[in-house]
């Protein structure tokens, strides 16, 4: 079970740190968003044993995906966002494969919104 939180509005140039509670065992945690009218894009995902990280050149540079082991939990921290950021987010769990295929994760949480203005 994922269950993300932290969404919520902000200005342009400002930051956001979101959550995602994990229930369970997984390879793979990450980030996915969709904005409205447009296909859904992998933002983030990392590897939990050997630690790589994997970033959409979009976010590269702003974003960081990172995890708390002790609090089960994985964190996207959002920095200098954008309009185009704008979108609901997903926290996703999986064995591996393609990072920014959503087909490789088996597990969606319910999503929480990021508006940026």
């Known amino acids: 079970q994922l269950v993300e939180s932290g969404g919520g509005s902000v200005q342009v140039g400002g930051s956001l740190r979101l959550s995602c509670a994990v229930s369970?065992?997984?390879?793979?945690l990450g980030w996915f968003r969709q904005a409205p009218g447009k296909e859904r894009e992998g933002v983030a995902a990392l590897d939990i044993g050997g630690g790589s990280t994997y970033y959409a050149d979009s976010v590269k540079g702003r974003f960081t995906i990172s995890q708390d082991n002790a609090k089960n939990t994985v964190y996207l921290q959002m920095n200098r966002l954008k309009p185009e950021d704008t979108a609901m987010y997903y926290c996703?769990?999986?064995?591996?494969?393609?990072?920014?295929?959503?087909?490789?994760?088996?597990?969606w949480g319910q999503g929480t919104q990021v508006t940026v203005s």
């Open positions: 369970g065992r997984t390879n793979r």
């Open positions: 996703v769990a999986g064995r591996g494969g393609t990072w920014w295929w959503g087909g490789s994760y088996s597990y």
